[in-house]
């Protein structure tokens, strides 16, 4: 049972152009939410994160927009550099499971020069 | 800076042997886990301590152990190998009861078993 989806295997982009990474979620006790960017050969490295008492917060090039009643949450990045280009997986927690992370599957974002 | 260090880049072992991945942190964190990262699955939560000595089953613990004997210290054991735990092994660490949820990985273990 995978609560935490990202549809979106890859995606190509444009240099400068805004990426839009997407995850949908159906565990409603999730309350938290990360971006992780993962480059090969080299462990993933935290990005932006969100609680759900927000729908939006930002961080230089990067902002992250939670909708909880779709139980869908976006990163943008803007404008995208070809230094963005790697796997970005999306995760979440609730409070009952403490520091617990649930994953998606990842989407492989490659940004054309 | 935080640093999250794992005894190998790249391991080989034959089908049946026992499998011992280390991994150490430096940031006195509480939490310790193993995951394990597979094309199309993202990462999949093995194990997790949250305390010298305490472990808990992750999501996919079947074939697996751990050992928590040092804080900065959480080692994964594949007790008998096979082809099916061929896979990128990730650990990570993180607070207790922090502010934010964040997890600081290492930067992997990639295990072949022939």
């Known amino acids: 049972d995978q609560q935490v989806k990202q549809n979106s295997p890859s995606l190509s982009v444009q240099e400068g152009r805004i990426s839009i990474l997407n995850c949908d979620y159906t565990?409603?006790?999730?309350?938290?939410f990360l971006w992780y960017k993962k480059y090969p050969a080299e462990g993933p490295t935290f990005l932006i994160s969100?609680?759900?008492?927000?729908d939006k917060n930002e961080d230089g090039r990067f902002t992250v927009f939670l909708n909880k009643s779709a139980k869908h949450l976006s990163l943008h990045i803007v404008p995208s550099q070809p230094g963005d280009s790697a796997v970005y997986f999306c995760?979440?927690?609730?409070?009952?499971?403490?520091?617990?992370?649930?994953f998606g599957e990842g989407t492989q974002l490659t940004v054309n020069p | 800076d935080v640093k999250v260090t794992q005894s190998s880049r790249y391991l080989v072992k034959r089908t049946g042997e026992k499998v011992f991945l280390e991994c150490v942190q430096d940031?006195?964190?509480?939490?310790m886990f193993w995951y394990r990262q597979d094309p199309g699955l993202g990462l999949r939560l093995i194990y997790f301590?949250?305390?010298?000595?305490?472990?808990e089953k992750g999501d996919i613990p079947e074939g697996y152990s751990v050992s928590r004997e040092k804080k900065e210290r959480f080692s994964l054991i594949l007790e008998s190998a096979s082809t099916n735990q061929t896979s990128m092994y990730l650990c990570?660490?993180?607070?207790?009861?922090?502010?934010?949820?964040?997890?600081?990985f290492g930067p992997g273990t990639r295990l072949l078993v022939l």
């Open positions: 990570a660490s993180s607070l207790q009861g922090g502010k934010t949820k964040t997890q600081y």
């Open positions: 565990n409603s006790m999730f309350d938290y």
């Open positions: 969100i609680s759900s008492i927000k």
């Open positions: 995760a979440a927690s609730e409070r009952a499971s403490g520091s617990r992370l649930t």
């Open positions: 940031m006195d964190h509480e939490n």
């Open positions: 301590s949250y305390d010298v000595k305490m472990k």
